[in-house]
């Protein structure tokens, strides 16, 4: 695919998705999420068991050792101190999971499994029992089961070494229990917030207005750029029919101010619809230069008493392609800034040194982020 033709998908597909986003409404639901209804993180560490000689090396993981000692003592079984088990059906790992808002005790949720040892796979393993703690040091989950491994490992007796995906890492659907429940997110003050996914004063205006000529005058104020403030009823029943006619409202955002996304590494370049040029006169040339070294023999005549000897010949070219100037017109929209670079063959490097110049030289009416 030519650059030119890629950079035309791209720029385009952004002028579509803006003009989208800009002419139709769209839920609160899909521009704002409720105050304090998140997710929590949970980590926890534990042993998986029943590894076909794919564990850790426990030599090089001492810590799966100990782990193993401390499980077994709680069981009741004590490990001679004098004894070092060279386990390789044992790894160490760590879990962590998304504890979701609301989420009360006797429900499951996913959790996922990673090794924190040399062991090759966990493919055939099964966690044992481990707790989950929150931030606060709290064990919101208890964890355990069969894991699903996508990946494949295999190791032979020379050291040889085969692997597909990544066969470390597993998963565990419904692998966890909550056992215990998030603090209510939610107060008696009778007010929630909405806060927007992306700050605009625009949008936040328009939510405000939406939210007021739904359920009167003063039901919403802005906050700031982010957050929305809106009252609602106390008791939970009335609470939740309230956010439920809240979250369905529709309204047009704001439309998204004019940038321009550079990807330094890809070359990927991503213009948005509001993106304008004043009027400038732009050149843009490659200088290429190419070295060639060649080999010579020096061979000395037959009577000199000479050596044959080896010489190095370097040459060396430059060559400046040519190059067109193009000029923007006052205002130039997006798809006549596409035109204008395909034109001139210019490569995505190029139109990202263009595209700084333009913004050094005042003519640039975007922001301009580097990635």
């Known amino acids: 695919m030519k650059p030119s033709f890629l950079l035309r998908s791209l720029t385009l597909l952004a002028l579509s998705l803006g003009a989208i986003s800009g002419a139709h409404a ?24 029943g590894l076909d000689n794919s564990g850790d090396r426990t030599s090089q993981a001492p810590f799966t050792v100990q782990s193993l000692r401390n499980m077994l003592n709680e069981l009741g079984v004590t490990v001679p101190a004098n004894v070092n088990p060279q386990l390789k059906n044992v790894a160490a790992v760590a879990i962590h999971a998304n504890l979701p808002a609301f989420a009360k005790p006797g429900q499951a949720i996913d959790i996922t499994v990673s090794s924190i040892g040399n062991a090759i796979s966990l493919r055939g393993g099964s966690l044992l029992m481990a707790p989950l703690k929150g931030a606060d040091g709290q064990v919101y989950a208890i964890a355990q089961g069969d894991l699903i491994v996508g990946g494949f490992g295999a190791q032979g007796k020379d050291g040889s070494r085969v692997s597909v995906n990544i066969p470390s890492v597993g998963r565990i659907p419904n692998g966890a229990t909550v056992e215990r429940a998030l603090p209510d997110v939610f107060d008696n003050s009778g007010q929630i917030t909405l806060n927007l996914n992306q700050g605009d004063f625009t949008t936040a205006s328009r939510m405000v207005s939406a939210l007021n000529a739904a359920f009167g005058a003063g039901a ?61 006169a732009v050149t843009h040339g490659s200088l290429t230069v190419s070295i060639t070294e060649n080999t010579n023999v020096s061979q000395p ?48 490097g190029d139109v990202i040194a263009i595209l700084e110049a333009l913004k050094q030289a005042g003519a640039l009416q975007a922001e301009l982020e580097v990635i």
Do not use: H
Request: proline share 4%.
């Open 220 to 280: 919403a104020q802005a906050m700031d750029a982010v957050t929305v403030a809106v009252r609602s009823p106390t008791t939970p029943g009335e609470r939740i029919n309230f956010l439920a006619q809240v979250e369905n409202l529709e309204l047009t955002p704001g439309a998204a101010a004019a940038k321009i996304v550079v990807n330094s590494r890809t070359g990927t370049v991503v213009i948005g619809s509001l993106v304008r040029v004043q009027p400038a």
């Open 301 to 348: 005549g037959a009577l000199s008493g000479g050596q044959t000897a080896l010489t190095q010949q370097s040459t060396v070219a430059a060559q400046q392609e040519a190059s067109r100037m193009f000029k923007f017109q006052g205002g130039t929209t997006l798809d006549e800034i596409v035109r204008a670079v395909n034109e001139v063959g210019a490569a995505p």
């Open 26 to 49: 769209e839920r609160i639901k899909d521009l704002a999420t409720v105050g304090g209804v998140r997710n929590n993180a949970l980590v926890g560490y534990g042993l998986v068991v």
